[in-house]
């Protein structure tokens, strides 16, 4: 099987898709697919490129072991849409900004990250950034469950 390139998608880069990026490589690691899997992260916009993930969104992945120190924030570039096979943006917004930019050929590889969640049912991961602590822990919720979902589909790809 050829390695699978998943990217998350927000809008900023700096609290959502870092943190959904972070889990999902722990969680690969975990699987004994980390080899298999190449996973990025990148914003819809280009507010934060070169930054690292927002303090609170750092902190909160720390605490349930996750490190996001390595990460920088960057925009999503013309060549993602050829280069990953499957791209999770976190909500309706960053999806359509997404839409416009993405050859047709490649708007199959598009999904929000919220499909592949098994015990939530947020249609979206919300943006934390004018949140208190609730919101931060709330995204780790949701992308934990989805990143579980997202494994479990790159798992089931491998053994075909």
Not at 25 to 48: C, I, M, N, P
Not at 52 to 66: E, F, L, M, T
Not at 130 to 142: A, K, W
């Amino acid at each position: 099987m050829k390695r699978q390139r998943v990217l998350m998608v927000c809008m900023g880069n700096i609290c959502r898709s870092p943190t959904a990026e972070g889990v999902l490589r722990h969680k690969l690691l975990e699987a004994g697919l980390d080899q298999d899997v190449e996973v990025d992260s990148a914003g819809t916009h280009a507010y934060h490129v070169g930054e690292p993930p927002d303090a609170r969104s750092a902190r909160h992945a720390q605490r349930r072991g996750y490190d996001l120190s390595t990460l920088r924030a960057r925009r999503v570039a013309d060549n993602d849409f050829e280069d990953f096979d499957l791209i999770l943006v976190m909500d309706h917004d960053n999806m359509e900004a997404l839409k416009e930019r993405c050859p047709a050929e490649h708007r199959g590889k598009l999904r929000r990250l919220s499909e592949f969640a098994s015990r939530n049912t947020s249609p979206v991961v919300p943006d934390p950034y004018y949140s208190g602590p609730d919101g931060f822990e709330t995204v780790l919720d949701l992308v934990e469950d989805a990143c579980d979902g997202v494994v479990a589909k790159l798992r089931a790809a491998s053994q075909q």
